[in-house]
């Protein structure tokens, strides 16, 4: 039998599986009208394991475990079709749409703002870039941040949470985890790193360098180079390290910080543009108690808790799949309070304003244990 032969069968068969798919999906609607004129959830999870259960067993075993995803997909496409039906929203999407309405269409200008360091920090820099005049005030660790505007004394805290070299700030997802906070903008922020001394030391006599852990490991080839004979001392943060330099006594102490930093503490700077990539970048973020959703918000942030089984993450991705949601970021992060449990963070790419951004709203909850909308916001460079 030719390939041209086969092919016609094939395409003999899709348009028969068209037509089939076609009805099948009239009838989705159909119960889509009744579900919600009876008040019945869309999912009905006992009835779609059953369901594929049976299907397995009518065919061959090298086929049945192919109608797993097969129908995982399809039981996805579905719900989603009955979602299309549904008039009513859930509480967390009509708190978004609140949220879209009573949002002023720009930022503060000049509001008070909470950072983790000392003037010169990365944090600070990112602050002045997001706000026109903010007031910035600094706290000693980031669990001080959140504190701040739990309490009140500040209406933001922008926080640093992933370096394209280094990687995620891991403190700062925990602290999402356990805090109920909302993420109103995100920048991405060009870092560049020098070697700053005191006026006169050079190179050789460094002993010591002193920086942010996040900082050392975006240079470590210079470390490298250094070598094992210099100390590396990781400090709470970039600016200190510049500060500690500046108000030693010692004459072979250095600082790895930024250029604002060097200028700040009247530092000599002995190399420029230390870090290991030149597209050195940070993230950071800009956190609220209350929602708050500006104009051109295209990017959103979840957290997920899901259920321990063969397929949960799979689901969810198929959520994302089907509606046409981009997924930019999908990291998983310990449970604090729980041994060897996870819970996902999902950065995705989608508008607001989009059927399918509702559709995934009041729909989460059905495939998740549990799951935390973290915001929805622009990311500005």
Known sequence: ?????????????????????????????????????????????????????ALAKKLPDELSTYIYPLYDTLFEISRNYQHLHKTDHSPLYHEIT??????????????????????????????????????????????????????????????????????????????????????????????????AVKNGVKQADIKEIISHPQALAQCAALIEKIGTAVKITPCENTALAAKLVATSERNDLAAICSTHSVARYGLDCLKRDVQDQSNNYTRFICMAKNLEIYPGADKTSIMAVLPHQPGALYKVLA???????????????????????????????????????????????????????????????
């Open 1 to 53: 039998m030719s390939l041209d032969k086969l092919r016609d069968d094939i395409d003999r068969i899709d348009h028969e599986l068209i037509t089939l798919f076609k009805e099948r999906m009239d009838v989705v609607s159909q119960i889509a009208d009744y579900k919600k004129a009876n008040h019945f959830p869309t999912l009905d999870k006992s009835r779609e394991e059953a369901k594929v259960l």
């Open 98 to 195: 609140q949220a879209i309405e009573q949002t002023p269409k720009m930022l503060k200008e000049n509001p008070v703002v909470a950072c983790q360091g000392i003037e010169g920090a990365y944090s600070g820099l990112a602050s002045k870039k997001l706000f026109k005049h903010p007031d910035v005030q600094y706290f000693n660790t980031f669990e001080g941040v959140f504190s701040a505007i739990e309490n009140g004394f500040c209406e933001y805290g922008v926080l640093p949470l992933e370096n394209s070299t280094a990687g995620s700030v891991n403190a700062v997802y925990r602290l999402l985890q356990v805090h109920d906070f909302k993420i109103v903008k995100s920048m991405r922020l060009k870092i560049d790193h020098n070697l």
């Open 319 to 381: 959520r994302f799949h089907a509606l046409g949601i981009n997924l930019q970021k999908l990291e998983s992060r310990p449970m604090p309070d729980k041994d060897f449990q996870f819970k996902f963070y999902f950065d995705l790419e989608t508008s607001i304003y989009s059927k399918e951004f509702a559709i995934l709203m009041d729909s989460l909850d059905e495939i998740c244990q549990e799951f935390k909308y973290l915001g929805s916001y622009l990311e500005v460079v």
